[in-house]
């Protein structure tokens, strides 16, 4: 179905970005600062629909940079967790171990954060969901840099703690992320005081709170965005019904009446990028990174647009709202951070994509349609304990239905037997359900031959794309793929739509490179998330793991990296 495209449709692409086919060759950058950027949820689709929008810093990326619009995170269980643990690593899902957001632990019988450490506390919170690098099985550019250069210093800046931890790596110098009534935080290592930890922050941390107290954010439309913003996204306006609620895509957001409320609605806005751009562009400031002879690298995992998406859909106008004022804030963040004395190399992706809810969808015309987890895994639970005389429910998907465990009635690890006959009976039950386009055996998976290295991701099948996101004894025993436009998830109050399936709506990202001097060229053929890390590596002469599944590209002409 997909083909390589032909000279002359790569020349009507180039042409159609002001790209000419002949162009100049372009140089090599030669960076101080490396700035990588992840915004969260920002599919190939979301930025073609609002790429002609942008004057920005994404406006300036795409105009001035070398664009790949059809990136790809080419593994099957597209969440934030695993996404980002590709973009720095070089590595698929089944190296990084950060298979899920979540898995499920038969050993102890409980639900297992991708970043849980229990030896790890919050430094504002010793009692919240401690976590650190400790679960990610694999290094980090960051990591590779201050190997050779112990000089270098790497942070990390997101609204999610496996934004900010999975990019900056296990020996960064700071990774801090932003939990709203408090500000932006980070972990407690073994040693190491809170206050100590917390140090960088204070100050801007003081600041915030100051500036929140004198001037609480209410999310309405931004009539000073370029570009009418305003008045385009207010046109999309519009009343829904989703699940047992009726509400109105609008803006601008009521005020909740309790402060649990209000700070939800702060962590489901804008202001969650506005300051973490803010913080990171500080930390360069403070640190000066860039300023050296040594390079420096800042990672900054944009949250917002994610949140956004679960809560209100990709294609409203709150979505709208977001993409111009996100647009803005990168444009001054990249000229805060240009003010670096050495080069500086910003890369922007995603770790997923994600479709519009499937209500709004099927108000277009679309055939989407939702899958409703618990009553779905009733179901088997209940044919299986017939089928085999069972006397428990031998099937758990404590993370989402497209990952089920085998357990015991304990709903611990089962016998090897017990593992082997379930399996095999619910693996047949789940592939004759109409709604499943294809299930696997994990263990099979995990024994499976892998394409060879030079597989197109587009071209992937839903088995190689599966066995990219096993990881033995945290991914499920049965890997499901539900058919296209049908999504597993429960429409609720604060949350409509998702992603992690392994279609190209959640998999296809855009991934842009931009330094100054750079030329404008559009690479149109796909690009594998994995191969961002070698290619930086590349770029500042530091030599990659031998085992990282991506490869460096070119960002000069030719083939030379």
Known sequence: MNKLLTSAALACAALAFGVSAQAEPVARPDPKLVVVISVDQFSANLFAQHRPEFTGGLGKLAREGIVYPNGYQSHAMTETCPGHSTLLTGKHPNKTGISANDWYDRATGKQVYCLGDDDSP??????????????????????WLKAVSPASRVFGVSGKDRGAITMSGHHADGAYWYVPGFGFTTFVPPGETAEARLKPVAAFNARLAADLKKHPFVWGYDKKLIGGSDKRCKALEADYKTGDRAW??????????????????LGSS?????????????????????????????????????????????????????????????????????????????VLTADHG????????????YDVERVIGKPWLARLNAQVRADLGLSWDPLIADGGIDQIYVVGPDRRTPSITDRARITAV?????????????????????????????????????????????????????????????????????????????????RRVPVLFWWKGSAPRERVLPLDTVDIAPTIAAVTGVKPPADVDGRCRPLGSGHDC
Not at 273 to 290: F, H, I, P, W
Not at 357 to 365: I, V
């Open 426 to 506: 619910a693996l047949a039950l789940v592939k004759r359900q109409p709604e499943v386009a294809e299930a696997f055996d994990a263990n099979v998976l995990l024994t499976a031959e892998a394409v060879s290295d030079d597989a197109s991701p587009e071209e992937l099948s839903v088995a190689e794309r599966m066995r990219r996101s096993v990881y033995p004894g945290r991914t499920g025993d049965i890997l499901v793929a539900f058919k296209p436009n049908l999504v597993p998830a429960t429409a609720g109050p604060t949350y409509v739509s998702t992603h992690g399936s392994p279609w190209d709506y959640d």
């Open 248 to 265: 109105r895509a609008a803006l601008p957001i009521p005020v909740a009446p309790d402060e649990a409320g209000k700070l939800r609605d």
């Open 270 to 346: 804008p202001f969650i990028d506005q300051v973490s751009l803010d913080l990171a562009a500080q930390l360069r400031d403070t640190y000066g990174l860039g300023d050296g002879p040594q390079v420096d690298v800042l990672t900054v995992s944009l949250s917002a647009t994610d949140y956004i998406g679960h809560r209100y859909g990709t294609r409203g106008p709150e979505m709208c709202d977001q993409m111009a004022r996100l647009d803005a804030g990168l444009g001054q963040f990249l000229d805060r951070v240009g003010k670096a004395k050495g080069g500086v190399l910003v």
């Open 354 to 365: 994600g479709a519009d809810f499937a209500e709004r969808l099927n108000s277009e015309g």
């Open 122 to 143: 919050l430094a504002n919170d010793p009692k919240g969901r401690a976590v650190s690098p400790k679960n990610l099985m694999a290094s980090t550019y960051g990591d």
